[in-house]
C-alpha cells in the first residue's frame, strides 16, 4: 500500500531526506500563496483533497468552482504526477437516513461536475480525479462507489471513517471491502490515522492511504519504530495522557538504533524536547518507519 503523508507548509519537506515520497494537501491547510512548485524538489505523487474535512470543522461551505481553483493554484509549477477530489460532502453527524442521501445526492452532484469540467477543458492529461466516496452505510457506500464509476471515474477515495476508527473499527474495514467491491484496487483511503488500521487496509489490498500521523506523534514527543511496530515516548508532563490515549507506551531516554536519515546524521537532534526544528526532524524519523510498517503489512 502506498502511504501518503498530510502535509502543510510548516512540516517538513519529506522528499529531502527520502525517496519515494507521496504527498496530500489540503487548500485550507497551506497559504493562500503557497503552490506546490514552493517545494525545494517535487514528491513522487501529489494529492490535493477538496478542503472539506476543513470546511466541515469551520462550519462553511464551498462550491466544486471554489474548490477547483485552490487545487490548481496548489499544482502550479509541480512537476510531478498528481491528482485532485472533486468537493465532497462528509457523512459526520448524519442522523437519519434522509439526511445521508440528500448528502450522498450533493456529492455526487459535484462530482458529476467535475469530472465533466475536466473532460471538457482538456485537462484530463495532466490532472487525474479522484471520486470521492461518502457513505453512511455499507450499502451506500457500495453505491456511491459504483456511481461514480459510472461517471467515469477511475481512481477513488474512502471518506469519513476517521471518526469510526477508535470505537467502530469493524464498520471502517467492512466499508472499505464494500468499497473495493464495488470499484477494486483503485482505491485511496482518507485521513485514517490509526497505524494498526493502516496496516489493515495494506492487507486488505487498497493502493493508498494518507494520515497525518508522523507529525502529530512527533508534536507529542512521540517516536515510532519499525520491524517490529514499538511507540515510545520523550520524557514529558504529558506522558501520563498520551499514555490513556495510547494504552501502551514507554519513555524513550536515549535513541535506538535506527538507519532513518535523521539518526544517521544526529539522532540526538530529535530527542529535543522543545523546538520546531525538533520536532520535524522526529516527524521524518516516524515517517521512515511509518512507511516501513505499512510495507511489510501489504497484501499478499
Known sequence: MKYFVSWTHSDPVYQQYLPEVRALVSPPNV???WHAGDWPCPPEELIVDSGAFQHHRAGRGSSPEEALRQQLRILEGLGAP???CHLDVLMIGVRSPEEAARRSAQSLAHAHWLITYLESGGLRDHVEPIGVIQGHTVEQVFYVAQALADMGYERFALGSLAAKVAGARDEVLRRVEAALEAVGPRLHILGVSSV???????RLGVDS???GTPIKE???G???YSDPFR????PSPHFREWRRSYGLA???EEPLPCNCPVCRESPGAMMEQQGKAAVNLRAVHNYYHLRRCLHEARAP
Open 82 to 84: 498528481a491528482a485532485i
Open 196 to 202: 494498526a488500521v493502516l496496516a489493515s487496509l495494506a
Open 250 to 252: 514507554e519513555i524513550l
Open 231 to 234: 511507540r515510545y515516548k520523550l
Open 222 to 224: 512521540g517516536l515510532i
Open 218 to 220: 512527533a508534536a507529542s
Open 31 to 33: 497559504s493562500q500563496t
Open 209 to 211: 492511504a494518507d494520515s
